[in-house]
Antibody, heavy 121, light 106 residues
């Protein structure tokens, strides 16, 4: 059974930083692309970032490009999201998701339960 | 960037009803369209991918269709557990979600 467990929840001031982690189990992490997807309170889903299985290719939404960095440690089956220069509009629940590649395109086929990031003074 | 627009934003229906949710892309995305279901306080779950392929374990009352820019999710014979919010997502170019359709009990 695929399990994704996010951690790093917190309250941070605008301009601050936070690092999220996602511990993965139940599948071969090192051969799976992974993503972070967020959901602001009461709002819809927004793709944030994705990373290739080996970590050599990364992708970002325009809204976080230059501020967030996705990375992974395949030896520890863990995905990370380093968030810098945080803004109030980054307040959201952040979900870690496993990507299934179908016809070269992304499916988010398994999700963690999410971790809440609040940016407020 | 590809924008995804769902309609309606909310929908009231009764157990046993048939409902249809529409998703429109701002440009052609071929069949690279996926549907997710989310219940309050829970993570989304993948229901349908590549427009019409039902994920294993998803009840057959769910179906998807469409290609190009216009897509539909249909649920026949609504069950109590189907009341949730549904999102479409394009995978033609990175990923974009629709704004969601909240399906409520009438």
């Amino acid at each position: 059974e695929v399990q994704l467990l996010e951690s790093g929840e917190g309250l941070v001031q605008p301009g601050g930083s936070l690092r999220l982690s996602c511990a993965a189990s139940g599948f071969t992490f090192s051969t799976s692309a992974m993503s972070w997807i967020r959901q602001a309170p009461g709002r819809g889903l927004e793709w944030v970032s994705s990373i290739s299985p080996g970590g050599d290719h990364t992708y970002y939404a325009d809204s976080v490009k230059g501020r967030f960095t996705i990375s992974r440690d395949n030896s520890k089956n863990t995905l990370f999201l380093q968030m810098n220069t945080l803004r109030a509009e980054d307040t959201a629940t952040y979900f870690c998701s496993k990507i299934e590649i179908n016809s070269g395109r992304w499916l988010f086929d398994d999700w963690g339960q999410g971790t809440l990031v609040t940016v407020s003074s | 960037d590809i924008q995804m627009t769902q309609s309606p934003s909310s929908l009231s229906a009764s157990v046993g009803d048939r409902v249809t949710i529409t998703c429109r892309a701002s440009q052609s995305i071929s069949s690279y369209l996926n549907w997710y279901q989310q219940k309050p306080g829970k993570a989304p779950k993948l229901l349908i991918y590549v427009a019409s392929i039902l994920r294993s374990g998803v009840p057959s009352r769910f179906s998807g269709s469409g290609s190009g820019t216009d897509f539909t999710l249909t649920i026949t014979s609504l069950q109590p557990e189907d009341f949730a919010t549904y999102y479409c997502q394009q995978s033609h170019s990175s990923a974009t979600f629709g704004q969601g359709t909240k399906l409520e009990i009438k």
